[in-house]
């Protein structure tokens, strides 16, 4: 499958990394860091030459506890950077927002998608989104960021997570959305246990059954640190093992903070899924 944005193409016919570059102070693994215009530029450069295929831009923290920031915050974080990648190259660009008028001024400003982990649920991003007619990943998440995690109980794990994307699409394609627009993620470690996230991705292959490309975002996440004992910047190994297996059981897009060696790992599965 390939999607058409405004700047270049996505071409999910083989698995691709989405850079996460985090504009904010507070976010779980690099808040703090590209804050500035120039950091952030700065990696943003080393990810597109370490084959990211699209960078995905968040100016609020979505880990658990996180408080939410004003649109204002947000913007202020956000659309200089994005005009700053957008002035020195093409790559397409993901803006990681659940607020409509940062959706409509990040893709005014240059961004070619938008990733939400409320998966629209806000009053006016589906028509938003659907005006602007850019691609969208719509993400699963119990509660909020601030109750997510909050003994997070499911009837179905797998089930209740289909039931939630069969809604949101439904509504997506009421308000105008284009199914070939929509991306779905499962939502690793919003709202879910260690043995939730793991069980997530053994079967993950189950969301298959939408037909629409699946994105999965496990990089350095708690569940690694609980299983494995290790801090945050001590996660590669156990996030690409995650994304090894992700991208096996039918995921397009891994969603990570080490790029290149995200793209080697996935290379290796392409390759292997290639085989005779």
Same mark, same amino acid.
């Given at each position: 499958m390939i999607i058409n944005l405004k700047h270049g193409v996505l071409d999910l016919n083989q698995p691709q990394v989405m850079g996460i570059l985090?504009?904010?102070?507070?976010?779980?693994?690099?808040?703090?860091?590209?804050?500035?215009?120039?950091?952030?530029?700065?990696?943003?450069?080393?990810?597109?030459?370490?084959?990211?295929? &699209?960078?995905? +831009?968040?100016? #609020? /923290?979505?880990? $658990?506890?996180?408080?939410?920031?004003?649109?204002?915050?947000?913007?202020?974080?956000?659309?200089?950077? &994005?005009?700053? +990648?957008?002035? #020195? /190259?093409?790559? $397409?660009?993901?803006i990681d927002t659940s607020k409509p008028e940062v959706m409509l001024q990040a893709v005014q400003a240059g961004a070619d998608m938008v990733n939400d982990v409320c998966a629209l649920q806000l009053e006016g991003a589906p028509d938003v989104v659907a005006e602007l007619d850019v691609p969208v990943c719509l993400m699963h998440m119990l509660g909020e960021p601030r109750t997510m995690q909050a003994s997070p109980q499911y009837n179905d794990l797998i089930e209740d997570i289909k039931m939630f994307f069969k809604q949101r699409i439904d509504q997506c394609l009421a308000a105008g959305i284009k199914q070939e627009r929509i991306l779905l993620d499962p939502g690793f470690g919003f709202g879910k246990t260690p043995e939730h996230n793991l069980s997530l991705i053994k079967h993950f292959r189950e969301y298959l059954s939408f037909e629409l490309p699946l994105l999965a975002g496990v990089s350095r996440k708690s569940t690694i640190g609980y299983i494995l004992n290790k801090e945050v910047d001590e996660r590669l190994y156990g996030s690409i093992a995650l994304a090894t297996i992700a991208t096996m059981n039918g995921?397009?897009?891994?969603?990570?903070?080490?790029?290149?060696?995200?793209?080697?790992?996935?290379?290796?599965?392409?390759?292997?899924?290639?085989?005779?």
């Open positions: 985090n504009v904010t102070p507070d976010s779980f693994s690099d808040g703090g860091k590209f804050n500035a215009v120039d950091t952030a530029l700065f990696q943003a450069r080393q990810m597109e030459a370490d084959g990211a295929a &699209i960078i995905d +831009i968040g100016g #609020e /923290s979505t880990r $658990p506890g996180a408080e939410p920031v004003n649109i204002e915050q947000e913007l202020d974080r956000v659309i200089p950077v &994005i005009t700053a +990648i957008r002035n #020195e /190259s093409d790559i $397409p660009i993901s995921a397009s897009i891994i969603r990570a903070h080490d790029v290149a060696a995200t793209v080697d790992a996935i290379k290796m599965c392409q390759a292997v899924n290639l085989a005779p």
